[in-house]
């Protein structure tokens, strides 16, 4: 039977001077900066057993600043931190820590004597009441001394502490809320932001760095490289035996200029040596074709470049028809979304007025309202949308200003319902904070989390050829009219209710259905589909061909 001893931690005398050291700071920053601004980082580290320990306890008093005054619903960061600390356990799970009212307890399992385990209790400091700086120095103080007794807490890194910290406190926020480390805040910086760089893939190989793929109309193409083209050397580095990571460095670079390329080209006896600018390379998230008159655009994802790729991929696809298009389809199944101000620049993209989305939530930055400036860039054209039940967020900000607007018919399943929008805190480690900070509203002020977007025609289950789907949809009402009056006034306080509403049109993964695509396609050419699928007629819907 296991026993339970408490002891009380002895703080060495190092320690509790640094510890009032950053205290100090932290008090001073907080004290010194306006509301609503982070602190910055201390100019002299204070190192206690190889961590440095103001620099940490930065990191973590500005994370904690940023949840306290941005997540939707205002928390207890009592609550927050005590999660928090008690995910540390994640890192060495014979430790643990245990929140009272009064004093912070580090639980340690022990062998006895009689090869039994022992928990040893220890006192390790007075609980804090709310305050967000004396809260971090009580994390500081946890890890250090979880390091007196934990060979995994000792080699433990910062960024390892940094997650246990932060992923225990979003516990206590929402599901969508989330910490990401340098890493993997990095790439995402990468997805969204782009990256300075010549537009090509390469992988290492003997001699240098083989061309694998390359973005059309990208700095490496306007120099004249070619697909298994051999980067011998950039501005004169020889790339031979480097690392994927050492030639992405010397290719991509960290600002716009030019980089002198060492190329050996398959039949040519000599190398060549090009000259290419690097540019800012942003993902393509948008694809094009045109399919029996009807444009269809596929987007992925928001990034920052996508409402611009959504005009570039549309003026192609009208330069490429060699008829005038008869429609436009925008494929949104599987879109995750991404970007909020892309969404609502993709939605103005086809509206000549109107709102597009509302935002509301408790910081005061959270409160937004978009409405339609750009223009119509179609003139008019049957939109069709087609969406399943993985389109989120900004997709379904975009299929719901539509919708809204009477400008597109929705085809597909109910979309997943993630109407809540993520502000994005860059923290001084370099890592990102995504929290929730309000929610959107479709153009009637109906809220899109929790609910999703109704498609005008429900495909859901559906494998019918596509000729049975619309015979059907031209011989009976369209059982989405009845059901939308329900969704304008949906149930409120009942998830239960709120879930069996949805499940009038189930969501469903369809990513790869032809059947959608093939259905849209119908509708958005005919103007007599377009009247019946549509719930009404408003004055943007176009039904000309």
């Given at each position: 039977?296991?026993?339970?001893?408490?002891?009380?931690?002895?703080?060495?005398?190092?320690?509790?001077?640094?510890?009032?050291?950053?205290?100090?700071?932290?008090?001073?920053?907080?004290?010194?900066?306006?509301?609503?601004?982070?602190?910055?980082?201390?100019?002299?580290?204070?190192?206690?057993?190889?961590?440095?320990?103001?620099?940490?306890?930065?990191?973590?008093?500005?994370?904690?600043?940023?949840?306290?005054?941005?997540?939707?619903?205002?928390?207890?960061?009592?609550?927050?931190?005590?999660?928090?600390?008690?995910?540390?356990?994640?890192?060495?799970?014979?430790?643990?820590?245990?929140?009272?009212?009064?004093?912070?307890?580090?639980?340690?399992?022990?062998?006895?004597?009689?090869?039994?385990?022992?928990?040893?209790?220890?006192?390790?400091?007075?609980?804090?009441?709310?305050?967000?700086?004396?809260?971090?120095?009580?994390?500081?103080?946890?890890?250090?001394?979880?390091?007196?007794?934990?060979?995994?807490?000792?080699?433990?890194?910062?960024?390892?502490?940094?997650?246990a910290l932060f992923d225990g406190a979003i516990t206590k926020l929402?599901?969508?809320?989330?910490?990401?480390?340098?890493?993997?805040?990095?790439?995402?910086?990468?997805?969204?932001?782009?990256?300075?760089?010549?537009?090509?893939?390469?992988?290492?190989?003997?001699?240098?760095?083989?061309?694998?793929?390359?973005?059309?109309?990208?700095?490496?193409?306007?120099?004249?490289?070619?697909?298994?083209?051999?980067?011998?050397?950039?501005?004169?580095?020889?790339?031979?035996?480097?690392?994927?990571?050492?030639?992405?460095?010397?290719?991509?670079?960290?600002?716009?200029?030019?980089?002198?390329?060492?190329?050996?080209?398959?039949?040519?006896?000599?190398?060549?040596?090009?000259?290419?600018?690097?540019?800012?390379?942003?993902?393509?998230?948008?694809?094009?074709?045109?399919?029996?008159?009807?444009?269809?655009?596929?987007?992925?994802?928001?990034?920052?470049?996508?409402?611009?790729?959504?005009?570039?991929?549309?003026?192609?696809?009208?330069?490429?028809?060699?008829?005038?298009?008869?429609?436009?389809?925008?494929?949104?199944?599987?879109?995750?979304?991404?970007?909020?101000?892309?969404?609502?620049?993709?939605?103005?993209?086809?509206?000549?007025?109107?709102?597009?989305?509302?935002?509301?939530?408790?910081?005061?930055?959270?409160?937004?309202?978009?409405?339609?400036?750009?223009?119509?860039?179609?003139?008019?054209?049957?939109?069709?949308?087609?969406?399943?039940?993985?389109?989120?967020?900004?997709?379904?900000i975009v299929a719901a200003a539509l919708q809204g607007n009477d400008?597109?018919?929705?085809?597909?399943?109910?979309?997943?319902?993630?109407?809540?929008?993520?502000?994005?805190?860059?923290?001084?480690?370099?890592?990102?904070?995504?929290?929730?900070?309000?929610?959107?509203?479709?153009?009637?002020?109906?809220?899109?989390?929790?609910?999703?977007?109704?498609?005008?025609?429900?495909?859901?289950?559906?494998?019918?050829?596509?000729?049975?789907?619309?015979s059907k949809l031209i011989a009976a009402p369209n059982p989405m009219?009845?059901?939308?009056?329900?969704?304008?006034?949906?149930?409120?306080?009942?998830?239960?209710?709120?879930?069996?509403?949805?499940?009038?049109?189930?969501?469903?993964?369809?990513?790869?259905?032809?059947?959608?695509?093939?259905?849209?396609?119908?509708?958005?050419?005919?103007?007599?589909?377009?009247?019946?699928?549509?719930?009404?007629?408003?004055?943007?819907?176009?039904?000309?061909?």
């Amino acid at each position: 039977m296991a026993s339970t001893l408490l002891r009380s931690a002895k703080m060495p005398a190092l320690q509790k001077i640094s510890i009032v050291l950053i205290s100090t700071f932290l008090i001073g920053a907080c004290t010194s900066m306006p509301t609503g601004k982070s602190m910055g980082v201390p100019n002299t580290p204070i190192i206690i057993d190889e961590l440095n320990i103001s620099f940490m306890a930065a990191v973590i008093a500005q994370g904690f600043e940023e949840i306290r005054d941005r997540a939707f619903y205002e928390p207890d960061m009592d609550e927050v931190f005590t999660a928090a600390l008690k995910e540390l356990r994640r890192i060495d799970r014979n430790v643990s820590f245990e929140v009272t009212d009064d004093h912070i307890y580090m639980g340690t399992h022990e062998s006895s004597a009689e090869d039994s385990q022992v928990l040893v209790r220890e006192n390790i400091g007075e609980t804090p009441n709310g305050e967000v700086t004396q809260w971090s120095l009580a994390a500081i103080n946890a890890i250090l001394a979880a390091r007196k007794t934990s060979a995994l807490f000792r080699s433990a890194d910062d960024e390892a502490l940094y997650a246990a910290l932060f992923d225990g406190a979003i516990t206590k926020l929402d599901s969508f809320s989330r910490y990401d480390g340098r890493s993997e805040a990095a790439l995402n910086r990468l997805i969204r932001d782009g990256v300075i760089g010549l537009g090509v893939r390469v992988i290492p190989a003997p001699g240098g760095a083989l061309v694998q793929s390359i973005i059309v109309d990208g700095p490496a193409e306007k120099a004249g490289l070619l697909i298994d083209d051999l980067i011998v050397a950039a501005d004169s580095v020889q790339l031979q035996n480097r690392s994927l990571s050492e030639i992405r460095r010397h290719l991509e670079g960290r600002a716009e200029g030019t980089v002198e390329l060492t190329i050996r080209r398959i039949g040519e006896a000599d190398d060549l040596v090009v000259e290419a600018r690097r540019e800012l390379i942003v993902a393509d998230t948008v694809t094009s074709r045109v399919v029996d008159g009807i444009a269809e655009l596929r987007i992925r994802s928001f990034n920052q470049r996508t409402a611009q790729a959504v005009e570039d991929a549309f003026v192609e696809a009208q330069a490429s028809s060699p008829d005038e298009l008869k429609g436009l389809v925008l494929d949104l199944r599987g879109d995750p979304g991404g970007l909020l101000d892309q969404a609502v620049a993709v939605a103005d993209r086809f509206l000549n007025r109107g709102p597009i989305s509302e935002l509301n939530g408790r910081h005061p930055g959270a409160n937004q309202s978009y409405r339609a400036v750009h223009g119509d860039i179609t003139n008019g054209l049957p939109i069709v949308v087609v969406v399943d039940g993985r389109a989120a967020s900004a997709a379904e900000i975009v299929a719901a200003a539509l919708q809204g607007n009477d400008r597109a018919v929705i085809v597909g399943t109910v979309t997943l319902g993630k109407g809540s929008v993520q502000t994005i805190i860059r923290l001084h480690n370099n890592g990102e904070l995504a929290l929730t900070w309000s929610r959107a509203a479709a153009p009637n002020g109906i809220g899109l989390h929790g609910l999703g977007v109704l498609p005008d025609v429900c495909l859901s289950g559906e494998i019918s050829p596509v000729e049975a789907v619309v015979s059907k949809l031209i011989a009976a009402p369209n059982p989405m009219a009845d059901i939308r009056s329900q969704w304008i006034n949906p149930p409120r306080g009942s998830d239960q209710k709120m879930a069996s509403l949805r499940d009038e049109c189930p969501a469903e993964t369809r990513t790869n259905r032809p059947l959608d695509l093939q259905v849209a396609r119908r509708i958005a050419g005919d103007p007599a589909l377009l009247s019946i699928a549509a719930a009404k007629n408003g004055p943007q819907l176009a039904v000309t061909p």
